[in-house]
Nanobody, 121 residues
Framework: VHLAESGGGLAQARGPLSISCTAS????????TGWFRQTPGSQREALGD?????????SDSVKGRFTITRHVAENTVTLFLQMNNLTPEDTAMYYC??????????????WGQGTQVTVSA
């Protein structure tokens, strides 16, 4: 499974930003996919994930502000993270992940290369 994020950049506080991730590979449609973020010197933080049946789970830090959706086509899954009401504390490197089950954090989890999101006050 190969993952690649896109769509990061600069956003205004209280504004929206959407990022996406393309996951490709054999039976990737059956995988759990999710989003994480990380700031320098901190551990990677789980934001939420979406199962193959569309069931979503969110961390308390983003629940109600961030929405995860996905579109499936053959051996490709496009994962979206819609972020609303952003704050400077949301500034981080954002990563997508794919794993055989949720949450996507087993030893076999696959990661994208990350996309930077910077929120200005």
């Amino acid at each position: 499974v190969h993952l690649a994020e896109s769509g990061g950049g600069l956003a205004q506080a209280r504004g929206p930003l959407s990022i996406s991730c393309t996951a490709s590979g054999h039976i990737v449609y059956s995988f759990c996919t999710g989003w994480f973020r990380q700031t320098p010197g901190s551990q990677r933080e789980a934001l939420g994930d979406i199962e193959a049946d569309g069931t979503t789970t969110y961390s308390d830090s983003v629940k109600g502000r961030f929405t995860i959706t996905r579109h499936v086509a053959e051996n490709t899954v496009t994962l979206f993270l819609q972020m609303n009401n952003l704050t400077p504390e949301d500034t981080a490197m954002y990563y997508c992940a794919a794993d055989r089950s949720c949450p996507p954090n087993s030893d076999s989890v696959r990661w994208g290369q990350g996309t930077q999101v910077t929120v200005s006050a």
